[in-house]
């Protein structure tokens, strides 16, 4: 654990409360098809694609599409989500973020991004934290997403370490999996009864440290 050079951060609802736009669009979309959908029902949606995600939820309403109307519904879901996230701001990053973010490059580790969202780089433009990672990799470069270890390995690889060498936070089951998939070391934000999956689980970054995190594990 010592020899943690790099750190890899998923962005829905670990950098930015962006998740909570993702399930009102989902739960509005829902709607519509007048489909029973929960925010429990929602965790299942955290991590993965916008199709797959639109998979399990029509699954869930005992209803099917052809591929044509399923690619409508998705690009629809994207403009709720879109038009919730036009108007974010630096105020919707979450606690302890920047700070932590800043300590791993004071402390010269590589900071890459894992995020399968093809809308990230609009937000953290948004956020203005672009500056911050090496690396971004995100929904447009990836052809399996999370569980798949695809995304984190290509991270890996762009910011030059091996797997071993790095962290990956995340608060999907979804990422998680991945995570240790390919060989990382993975903290779960959010609560330790859904995120199994997780090395450790944080409830945020207010008041962690990477060697609190790496007492954690030793
Ligand atoms: C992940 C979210 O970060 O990105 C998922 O956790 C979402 O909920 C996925 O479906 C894809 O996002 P987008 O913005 O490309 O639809
Ligand atoms: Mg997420």
Request: charged share 25%; proline share 2%.
């Amino acid at each position: 654990m010592n020899t943690i050079k790099g750190c890899i951060f998923d962005l829905d609802g670990v950098i930015v409360d962006t998740a909570k736009y993702h399930y009102l669009a989902w739960k509005k979309l829902a709607q519509e098809l007048e489909i029973n959908f929960s925010i429990a029902d929602n965790e299942r949606l955290k991590g993965i694609s916008r199709i797959e995600s639109l998979e399990i939820l029509l699954s869930h309403g005992n209803i099917s599409f052809d591929h044509n109307t399923k690619l409508k519904l998705a690009e629809k879901k994207n403009t709720l989500y879109v038009d919730y996230i036009s108007k974010i701001n630096k105020s919707e990053v979450l606690p302890g973020i920047e700070t932590f973010i800043k300590s791993l490059k004071e402390q010269n580790l590589k900071i890459a991004l894992g995020s399968s969202s093809k809308n990230a780089n609009l937000i953290l433009k948004k956020i203005d934290m672009l500056e911050f990672f090496d690396s971004v990799i995100d929904g447009n470069k990836i052809s399996k997403t999370k569980p798949n270890p695809e995304i984190f390995l290509l991270c890996a690889k762009e910011i030059g370490l091996r797997p071993e060498n790095c962290m990956v936070f995340e608060d999907s089951e979804a990422g998680l999996i991945a995570a240790k998939r390919a060989g990382m070391y993975a903290v779960g934000i959010g609560r330790p009864d859904i995120l199994k999956s997780a090395h450790i689980v944080i409830n945020g970054f207010h008041s962690t440290s990477l060697s609190k995190l790496l007492q954690h594990e030793n």
